[in-house]
């Protein structure tokens, strides 16, 4: 979830009113927000730096929120200062407009052919007469920064530049070249560079580096030049310096450059509809006439409104009231979702607008209806679904055979499903290509290599991190390994498993064995060659040469037992012999 | 028990005196080692109050074993003098015509026992010299008790299967139980405590009449845990930092190919009355094989399966079992949970049911106090996080996760128009931090638990 830091008295202001913390945590709490932290810059570097480092930093207290995934509107502070005097109906919820140039010749965007195996879309619009303030350029900054990390995913699906529309000019050419035919002076750097150097000496910039991958090798990068050649950005990494904004700037040129042309245009809505509002002409936004590579032309941003029917019949029933039709238009017109009754039956008409990129079906509007309603207001009522319960087989029968296993002196361990490639092959002395373990492609750690193929190595390295504790230590786990399996969809099944050991200063086969007869006679299976269950002796690099014994259940092998291999017990840290006994109990069922 | 004649004979002592007396002179008088009656005074002290006995601690002095010698053989010195012959005296002896041997004189009186005579100067420095060294004897002082008899009734520790046979209990006393004392712990194994509370919330849901999901698959598809559930190809949840996919088995196969295409048509144009996410839907992104990250992909599948049994019938379902997350690990989170999930589908199901069913649901773990806030979540709309009061705290935390299925899921499934599908989650580890004052996840899950925590927790009673 995204969090937004917003300056508390600014955010007052803005509103028109000062809540107490516990007043807006409220507030926020009912419009599907939560107030995070209340702290000031003050407070995050003396944690994150030490007080010293803190002394003169700002004390202005800052409310951190934390916002819906899915609420690109919600990422700053105009935003959510807008959605929540809407739903305080302190305003209503402005019409955001796209307006022709004032010389009726739109900025042309011309994309051409190259950028289509890398990033082959591509949108544009101009913020006319903005006027910036601090605070407000800090925001403007910030939530492209929002945008880039949440919608965008880290630029890969799109990337924005911001430029100062004065210090270059139409038409602007978006391109892709080699590397080292690209030279311009980056955003902040005194130099001119190439490509090929500038992603060399972006790989050490705590920021940037974490981009270079998207573009990094492939043949050509993506750039825009305006008609004069000059370098706006190379996206998705850095902007050039000339067009850089600054507070004085006037006019803003916003481009997106993406790979997901759909959520190009959502992110180009949402700067634009936040940030229209400082423009001379509030919610207004200019045009910008984007060229596709085969000729054709889209005006943009697109700023799109869609316009839904649904009856007040359909939101009462899914949520569970009965408000008039007008009424659930005046709590949906709460929600920046302007609704009117159009007087068939008891439809209503919702306007979502382009903020609400959210809203793709009719149980978005529902669930906007019963938020301005308030979920704690509606009637908590017991559904009349009759059913009957029942227990998975197989869980039955372990939790079961859990409680037997307790009352026969062993201790359940509960331990990892996923483990070392080691833990399965080397430290039980057989080869990891043997085994018919899942690999896993991923893992930030070696403890998360494979997913087990038997729960001993989860009991033993349960042992090791208990010797201080009197002897003999006896524990059970009856848990699932995972086995790779061609038969399923996915080419993996999980099996059921019984493991257990019996550690002490000797072996205690005739315990561990005793414990095999003892669940035999619990899952009623008797000791017999043909019609019951016996044991064979076996070799296995698990366990010390003849002491290590097949079971064999109906004539089907179920698992085994026996005495570890003193190389088994020193490679799990242990130091006391040690019986274990491994069984299948699917076969039981 | 000690000599039982000592002891009398000690009783007979003290019957005599009206005073008291210190053990050692008991022993003295009956020429026995002083450890004996020390002896004889402990067992006697367990009979009750027929005697009472204080500690206490005296000094005496004793002679070394050079100190010995000297009072058998004289001091060094005068046995220089003795040891000279007569003849042989010089004119300087004629001085000195007998000595007397005062050390030897001071040693006997302190084999005698009249010690007193000399003063703290002499005694130390014969100390000094080695010939005399200081004691410390532990003695009780004796006196009669409350109950104070010269004969003494052997106290049984315990009844015995003969006294019950012969009847000869009757007759006996019996030395008292020390109730302060711990009892024997009994010899048993443990259930870990996780897995008492998954009990718990077993029979929870069972007693509520749903029915137990078959979750034993971790290894899933992206298809069932993300495309079904219409949660996007780019969501970040499908990121390699957030989610463990596989290397081998890397892909699934035999999808269901007309549901298939029905998902990757809502999911890439809309439908069903939705926009959909309007991009490219990729095949090889579904076939992608992960652990599952969470158990509704097997909620995915069992409504799949609902669907496809034609004639629509109500069910409740409910798992609890393990899910995989490959994010980054601390205090209270791992790399595997396990996740609590409770599903109900039926025509008509409304907002006001789903809060009621997690109401009664949360009831039954002793929560009473619960209020919703609206959240986001790409499968569920509305979607609602679930919070309880805490008294502890004295402010509300979050509980778990609810909300219901969008129709993006649920029809190109072909779950009929007009049933609704809700559903909640909770992860089972929390509850149980909380339950049994866990801190740090790594005390209660994995290998290195520390199993007399598992031996010394409690049962599980949720509602309590």
Request: glycine share 6%.
């Amino acid at each position: 979830m995204p969090t937004v830091s917003v300056k508390r008295d600014l955010l007052f202001q803005a509103l028109g009113k000062k809540y107490t913390d516990e007043e807006f945590d409220e507030l926020c709490f009912e419009f599907g927000l939560e107030l995070d932290e209340i702290t000031s810059e003050k407070d995050i570097i003396s944690r994150e730096q030490g007080d010293v480092r803190a002394a003169g930093a700002s004390d202005v207290v800052l409310y951190k929120i934390d916002v819906p995934a899915n609420r690109y509107d919600l990422l700053c502070l105009e935003g959510l200062v807008r959605g929540l005097q809407v739903f305080k109906q302190k305003i209503e919820a402005p019409y955001y407009r796209r307006v022709g140039a004032t010389d009726g010749k739109p900025q042309r965007f011309i994309i051409t052919q190259e950028t289509a195996v890398l990033r082959p879309h591509a949108v544009a619009a101009v913020l006319r007469n903005i006027t910036f303030t601090q605070e407000r350029y800090d925001s403007f900054i910030e939530l492209q920064e929002k945008l880039h990390q949440n919608i965008c995913r880290k630029r890969s699906l799109v990337a924005i530049g911001t430029h100062d529309l004065d210090t270059i000019s139409g038409p602007f050419t978006y391109t892709a070249k080699a590397p080292d035919d690209i030279c311009f002076k980056p955003l902040n750097q005194k130099e001119e560079s190439t490509a090929t150097e500038l992603m060399r000496l972006y790989k050490n910039d705590s920021h940037l580096r974490h981009y270079l991958h998207i573009i990094e090798d492939e043949p050509h990068y993506p750039i825009i030049y305006d008609s004069n050649g000059v370098v706006l950005s190379m996206p998705p990494i850095i902007n050039g310096d000339h067009s850089k904004i600054s507070l004085k700037t006037k006019n803003v040129f916003i481009e997106c450059t993406a790979t997901d042309l759909t959520k190009a245009k959502i992110v180009l809505d949402m700067m634009v509809t936040m940030f229209s509002e400082y423009c001379a002409k509030p919610f207004t936004v200019e045009e910008v006439e984007v060229v596709c590579p085969d000729g054709s032309t889209c005006l943009y941003p697109d700023l799109a409104y869609r316009k839904e029917l649904i009856s007040g019949d359909t939101i009462n029933q899914k949520v569970g009231i009965k408000e008039s039709a007008e009424s659930l238009a005046r709590l949906l017109t709460r929600m920046c979702l302007k609704a009117e009754v159009t007087g068939k039956a008891d439809e209503i008409e919702v306007e979502i607008p382009p903020t609400r990129s959210d809203v793709i079906h009719a149980c978005d509007i529902m669930e906007d209806a019963a938020m301005a309603y308030g979920f704690n207001n509606i009637a908590r009522t017991k559904p009349k679904t009759y059913t009957i319960a029942n227990q998975l087989p197989l869980n039955k029968l372990s939790e079961l055979l859990r409680l037997e296993l307790a009352a026969a002196g062993f201790t359940e361990a509960l331990t990892f499903a996923l483990c070392s490639q080691e833990d399965i092959a080397d430290k039980l002395g057989k080869k990891i290509s043997d085994s018919r373990a899942v690999h896993i492609s991923n893992p930030k750690t070696a403890e998360f290599q494979v997913a087990r193929t038997t729960l001993l190595p989860g009991l033993l390295k349960t042992l090791a991190a208990n010797r201080k504790l009197p002897l003999p230590l006896k524990l059970f786990e009856i848990s699932d390994v995972v086995l790779k399996d061609d038969t399923t969809d996915v080419g993996a099944r999980n099996n059921r498993r019984l493991c257990a050991v019996f550690y002490n200063k000797i072996p205690g086969f005739e315990v561990i064995h005793g414990l095999l007869d003892r669940v035999m006679q619990l899952l009623d299976v008797k000791p017999s060659r043909d019609q019951g269950y016996y044991i064979q002796a076996a070799s296995d690099s698990i366990f010390f040469p003849g002491r290590c014994a097949e079971i064999i259940s109906h004539g089907k092998s179920v698992g085994c037992l026996g005495v570890l291999h003193p190389d088994v017990i020193n490679r799990f840290e242990l130091t006391m012999p040690c019986s274990a006994l491994d069984l299948d109990i699917e076969p039981f069922l | 028990m000690a000599d039982a004649g000592l002891a009398e004979s000690v009783l007979e002592r003290l019957e005599k005196l009206d005073c008291g007396v210190d053990s050692q002179d008991v022993a003295s008088v009956l020429s026995v080692d002083h450890q004996a009656i020390v002896g004889a005074v402990k067992s006697l002290q367990s009979l009750g109050e027929l005697i009472s006995a204080e500690q206490r601690s005296s000094k005496h002095w004793e002679l070394t074993a050079e100190g010995k010698e000297i009072v058998e053989q004289g001091s060094h010195e005068a046995r220089v003098f003795n040891a000279i012959p007569t003849e042989g005296l010089s004119q300087t002896d004629l001085m000195v015509e007998s000595i007397e041997d005062t050390v030897q004189d001071k040693l006997v009186q302190v084999q005698k026992g009249l010690t007193g005579k000399l003063d703290e100067k002499e005694k130390n420095e014969l100390k000094k010299r080695k010939l005399l060294s200081e004691v410390t004897v532990k003695s009780y002082w004796l006196t009669k008790g409350p109950s104070f008899s010269t004969t003494v009734t052997k106290q049984e520790t315990d009844l015995t299967a003969e006294m019950i046979a012969s009847g000869t209990w009757r007759d006996k006393k019996f030395k008292p139980y020390n109730f302060e004392a711990l009892g024997v712990p009994p010899e048993c194994g443990h259930l870990h405590p996780l897995m008492k509370v998954r009990t718990q919330f077993r029979q929870i849901f069972l007693e509520m009449g749903f029915t137990e999901m078959p979750t034993n698959n971790f290894i899933e598809s992206s298809f069932w845990n993300f495309d079904s559930l219409f949660q996007p190809q780019q969501h970040p949840a499908r990121d390699q930092h957030d989610t463990f996919f596989l290397s081998d088995p890397a892909v699934a196969k035999d999808f269901p190919m007309d549901y298939l295409e029905r998902v990757k048509k809502v999911h890439s144009e809309g439908g069903y009355g939705s926009q959909g996410y309007k991009y490219d839907w990729k095949l090889e992104e579904a076939q992608k094989n992960l652990l599952r990250t969470h158990t509704t992909a097997v909620s995915a599948r069992m409504l799949y399966k609902l669907a496809q049994q034609g004639k629509f019938t109500p069910v409740k379902y409910f798992s609890i079992d393990r899910v995989f997350r490959n994010e980054t690990l601390d205090a209270t989170h791992l790399a595997e949970f396990h996740q609590i999930e409770g599903v109900v589908a039926d025509y008509g199901l409304t907002l006001g049911d789903l809060m009621g069913v997690l109401h009664q649901f949360f009831t039954k773990l002793g929560i009473t106090k619960l209020r919703f806030k609206p959240a986001y979540n790409p499968y569920t709309e509305p979607s609602m996080e679930v919070f309880s009061y805490h008294e502890g705290l004295k402010k509300w935390v979050e509980v778990g996760n609810s909300g219901v299925f969008r129709p993006e899921m649920l029809l190109p499934m072909g779950i009929p128009e007009g049933v609704s599908v809700i559903a909640w989650g909770l992860s089972l580890e929390r509850p149980t931090m909380i339950k049994y004052g866990i801190n740090n996840i790594r005390e209660l899950v994995g290998h290195k638990v520390n199993l007399q925590m598992v031996y010394d927790s409690p049962i599980c009673r949720l509602d309590s």
